[in-house]
Structure formats: C-alpha cells, structure tokens
C-alpha cells in the first residue's frame, strides 16, 4: 500500500495539469493572433480596393458607379465596404484650388481621392477592447 510520503513525492500526472493550465492562455494567445493577423489582411485588401477605384476614376472620371463597381470588384467575395467616397480636387502647386484657376504653365491638376471604409469585428469579443474597429483604406490618383 501506498504512503503518503510516497503519493507525495510522485510526480505522474503533473505536465498534464501544467499543461491544462497553460492550455487556455495559448488557445487566447492564438486566437488572438488570428484576429490581428485578419484585420491586417482586411486593411491590406482595403487599400488594394481603393488603390483600384482611384486608377479607374483617374482613366474614367466621371464615372461615379464605375468607380464603386472597381472597389467592389476588388474586394471580392465575402467583403463588403461600409462606406466609398471618391472626392475629387484641383491642385496648383500643392493646394487646394478651383479647378477653373489658371496656374503657372496651365490648368490646375486635378486628382481623385477614394476612400473605402470597413468596420472590423473580431472573432471574439475581447474584455475590455472594442467590440469593432474602423478600418480605412485611401489612395490617390491624378486624373488624366
């Protein structure tokens, strides 16, 4: 028969506890990863999108649907943006200025800039952190 000094010092069966109480941590921890890594991916598909809205409204600029049609298309399946802007500008020598000024050399530059706005929800909801966060993606093309 066993001793209590003898149960006491085995060890059998101590890892699978240990591991038990670690186990919960490492599932948060990757988990965790999993959503960052996520909301990365979705803000790099953002500035893709927008990057791609910008160009064809640079090529087409008064193709408003055509623009939002580009960005849809470039977010593919499964994503859809919250909100599109395209905003056009006329610019002399870095400002901001009416498109009818006559700047040195010529007509002032006209760009486009489009921004695409996504709200991102985590897989699960973190104590203490927002249960969404605003993600953004702009680009900038000068129109043709």
């Known amino acids: 028969m066993k001793t209590l000094r003898n149960m006491l010092a085995c060890d059998r069966g101590a890892s699978l506890v240990e591991f038990a109480l670690v186990l919960p941590l ?3 921890l990757l988990v965790g990863m999993v959503d960052f890594g996520r909301g990365m ?3 790099m598909t953002l500035e893709s999108a927008a990057r791609s809205g910008a160009e064809y ?10 623009v939002t049609t580009a960005i849809t298309e470039a977010l593919g399946p499964g994503l859809t943006a919250d909100a ?3 905003v056009p ?4 020598a870095g400002a901001v200025v009416d498109c009818s000024t006559v700047c040195n050399g010529g007509g002032a530059e006209m760009y486009l800039t489009v921004r695409v706005d996504y709200a991102y929800s985590p897989i699960l ?10 993600l953004t993606g702009t680009a900038e093309f000068r129109v043709r």
């Open 57 to 66: 409204g640079g090529l087409f600029p008064q193709d408003g649907a055509g």
């Open 26 to 28: 490492l599932a948060l």
């Open 125 to 134: 909801p973190y104590p203490g952190i927002a249960s969404s966060y605003p």
């Open 41 to 43: 991916a979705i803000s």
């Open 89 to 92: 500008q006329c610019r002399c």
């Open 84 to 86: 599109v802007s395209a």
